[in-house]
């Protein structure tokens, strides 16, 4: 069993940055996949970044240039830098957990969730 723990959430202007964390605890990550979703109200949940084991990272474009994601396997936490914040990325991000060292989109292919951070970015 896997339990995920965001942090770093909250309120901050166009323009601004906020850095997401997401502790894992109960057994090693570092041999998988782990993956930021979001999801704004009315919409589905769709991968923003991803980083396998190895560091090897996936963008979406909407994010590609302002986000980045990062690991540290010692402290079995992955982060994710956002900057140049704009309203539209205002939703909860969720980080997942895949036990298998490949990247995809597919919400249904992630093992273990957290309970989400939310974040809002106001015009």
């Known amino acids: 069993q896997v339990q995920l723990v965001e942090s770093g959430g909250g309120l901050v202007q166009a323009g601004g940055s906020l850095r997401l964390s997401c502790a894992a605890s109960?057994?090693?990550?570092?041999?998988?996949?782990m993956g930021w979703f979001r999801q704004a109200p009315g919409k589905e949940r769709d991968l923003v970044a991803a980083?396998?084991?190895?560091?090897?990272?996936y963008y979406a474009d909407s994010v590609k240039g302002r986000f980045t994601v990062s690991r540290d396997n010692a402290k079995n936490t992955v982060y994710l830098q956002m900057n140049s914040l704009k309203p539209e990325d205002t939703a909860v991000y969720y980080c997942?957990?895949?036990?298998?060292?490949?990247?995809?989109?597919?919400?249904?292919?992630?093992?273990?969730w957290g309970q989400g951070t939310q974040v809002t970015v106001s015009s």
């Open positions: 109960g057994q090693t990550f570092s041999s998988y996949t």
């Open positions: 997942a957990d895949m036990r298998r060292p490949v990247v995809t989109t597919t919400p249904g292919n992630y093992d273990y």
């Open positions: 980083i396998t084991w190895i560091g090897s990272t």
